[in-house]
């Protein structure tokens, strides 16, 4: 259902890879509500995902930029303007990379010149990203940036292994960048802590699965979907939330809150008599 809650606004969207991304899911939701957006990702990641599919889906160009070169950001940020005809409303930045998750590295065995890629890639690109939008003023008042977390960055998960640090420094820029943003551009900026989603970058992480059902068992209203944190997205990006900014803002079924759910203390019993 379309209420046309981005009649009139404009944007960019970082990371929709495939079908499975939350960036994919809120390219399609921006549309129905009547935003109009460009999309980008790293032309590496654009040859293995169908981005294309998604551009002709919902009429939008596609910018090739890689989100850790400041060039190609400015060079993104001046496009985006000059395809839709103005400054930006809004923007999603949904990527996030771990070099040793993919390596297969322990956290007490990192490899740093893969964490130094990991942390450029899944936070500083979004300061990067923040800084280029600033220094363009492309943003317009009551505008809203937004970017995608996890609940490890402020608990010990310890498979998600770097990617944990990656989300609190992305956290962390989100604040810091927001206060300038607000005080001065009167621009919103926060990120989104959501449920273990099965994206294709999810996957990538040992025991992703058991993530997924720990959660869901956990979680008072189960696991939030993809789809559910797009139609979150809709509304941070609308004018309904015009004074929401520095905030972390939980989106998964309550799991943040809960300590232990009588579901998982019974599994847990019953496993320990067997």
């Given at each position: 259902?379309?209420?046309n809650?981005?009649?009139?606004?404009?944007?960019?969207?970082?990371?929709?890879?495939?079908?499975?991304?939350?960036a994919?899911?809120?390219?399609?939701?921006?549309h129905?509500e009547?935003?109009?957006f460009?999309?980008?990702?790293a032309?590496?990641?654009m040859?293995?995902g169908?981005?294309?599919?998604?551009?002709?889906?919902?009429?939008?160009e596609i910018i090739?930029?890689?989100?850790?070169?400041?060039d190609?950001?400015?060079?993104l940020?001046?496009k985006?303007m000059?395809?839709?005809?103005?400054?930006l409303d809004?923007?999603?930045?949904?990527i996030?990379?771990?070099?040793?998750?993919r390596?297969?590295?322990?956290?007490?065995?990192?490899?740093?010149?893969y964490?130094?890629k990991g942390?450029?890639?899944?936070a500083v690109?979004f300061?990067?990203?923040?800084?280029?939008?600033?220094?363009?003023?492309?943003?317009n008042e009551?505008?809203s940036?937004?970017?995608?977390?996890?609940i490890?960055?402020?608990?010990?998960?310890?498979?998600?292994?770097?990617?944990a640090d990656?989300?609190?420094?992305?956290?962390?820029i989100?604040?810091?960048?927001?206060?300038?943003?607000?005080k001065?551009k009167?621009?919103?900026?926060?990120t989104?802590?959501?449920?273990?989603t099965?994206?294709?970058?999810?996957?990538?992480v040992k025991?992703f699965?058991?993530?997924?059902a720990?959660?869901?068992?956990?979680?008072p209203?189960?696991?939030?979907?993809g789809m559910?944190c797009?139609?979150?997205?809709?509304?941070?990006?609308?004018?309904?939330?015009k004074?929401?900014t520095?905030q972390?803002?939980?989106n998964?079924?309550?799991?943040?809150?809960?300590?232990?759910s009588?579901?998982?203390m019974?599994?847990f019993?019953?496993?320990?008599?067997?």
């Amino acid at each position: 259902m379309s209420y046309n809650l981005l009649k009139g606004k404009k944007g960019i969207i970082f990371g929709a890879l495939d079908e499975n991304s939350i960036a994919w899911k809120t390219a399609l939701r921006v549309h129905e509500e009547g935003g109009q957006f460009v999309l980008t990702n790293a032309p590496i990641a654009m040859r293995m995902g169908n981005i294309k599919d998604l551009a002709e889906k919902t009429g939008s160009e596609i910018i090739p930029a890689d989100a850790t070169s400041v060039d190609d950001l400015d060079n993104l940020v001046d496009k985006a303007m000059e395809i839709l005809g103005g400054k930006l409303d809004f923007v999603l930045h949904s990527i996030g990379m771990s070099v040793n998750v993919r390596k297969g590295n322990h956290y007490t065995e990192m490899n740093y010149d893969y964490t130094t890629k990991g942390w450029d890639v899944s936070a500083v690109s979004f300061h990067k990203t923040m800084q280029s939008l600033y220094k363009k003023d492309a943003m317009n008042e009551w505008g809203s940036i937004m970017a995608l977390s996890y609940i490890a960055a402020q608990k010990v998960f310890p498979d998600y292994n770097d990617m944990a640090d990656n989300k609190a420094y992305l956290e962390s820029i989100a604040r810091s960048f927001g206060y300038f943003f607000g005080k001065e551009k009167k621009v919103r900026v926060n990120t989104i802590s959501q449920s273990p989603t099965p994206t294709t970058a999810g996957q990538g992480v040992k025991g992703f699965d058991g993530f997924i059902a720990y959660a869901d068992e956990m979680s008072p209203l189960g696991n939030a979907t993809g789809m559910d944190c797009a139609n979150y997205i809709i509304t941070l990006f609308s004018d309904l939330t015009k004074r929401v900014t520095l905030q972390n803002l939980f989106n998964d079924g309550g799991f943040s809150n809960m300590g232990v759910s009588q579901q998982v203390m019974e599994a847990f019993v019953k496993g320990k008599e067997n």
